[in-house]
């Protein structure tokens, strides 16, 4: 081997086409845009922030109901559900009202529908988001903890009016059948 710049490795061009394939899927699924980007799954899912996305048909019947829960005109509040938003977003582009409650600032490009959210501070939402000002909040805490939930139904108390769609796991079933809900 030589100690010339010659020798240095090269990528053939195969696998450089492959290459610039991938970040460019990588990319897309980073920066989404265009009709495309309320597509669930569009944005992947991030483990290291306990992101795990519905599939497109429990999303999808998820977002039913919370528009037949919202009703005419209604207003509807997406707590750590992102897949839900963008369901909803994906049936009901302009005749609902949809906000997306979310850590992870990726969906900022969802616009005015983003809030930047940490169930770490649970009441710690933008001015122009009065009290119960949503007519159904659908919530997937990020975590199945305690101090988790009691956050996050914090911020659940605050937003709805009434009406919650809470999907969670074993933790808070427990609670709910001890008569310790956390959603009351």
């Known amino acids: 081997m030589s100690d010339s710049d010659d020798d240095s490795p090269q990528l053939s061009a195969h696998t450089l086409a492959a290459l610039q394939e991938f970040f460019a899927e990588q990319k897309q699924h ?3 845009n265009g009709d495309g ?5 569009i944005i992947e899912e991030n483990w ?5 996305w519905y599939s497109q048909e429990t999303a999808l019947r998820l977002a039913q109901e919370a528009v037949t829960a919202a009703g005419d005109n209604g207003r509807i509040a997406c707590v750590s559900a992102p897949s839900v938003y963008q369901a909803l977003r994906e049936l009901h582009r302009d005749g609902i009202s949809a906000s997306i409650f979310e850590y992870d600032r990726r969906f900022a490009v969802y616009g005015e529908d983003f809030v930047f959210y940490d169930y770490n501070n649970p009441l710690d939402l933008p001015n122009n988001i009065p009290a119960h000002s949503f ?5 997937d805490p990020p975590y199945l903890s305690e101090e988790c939930l009691q956050k996050t139904s914090e911020t659940i108390k605050y ?3 009434g009406k919650i769609l809470l999907c969670t796991g074993i933790e808070l079933t427990t609670a709910c059948l001890q008569g310790r809900c956390l959603c009351r």
């Open 30 to 32: 980073t920066e989404p």
């Open 37 to 41: 980007k309320y597509h669930v799954g």
């Open 48 to 52: 290291q922030l306990s992101q795990f």
């Open 135 to 139: 007519d159904i909040v659908i919530a």
């Open 159 to 161: 937003l709805t009016r």
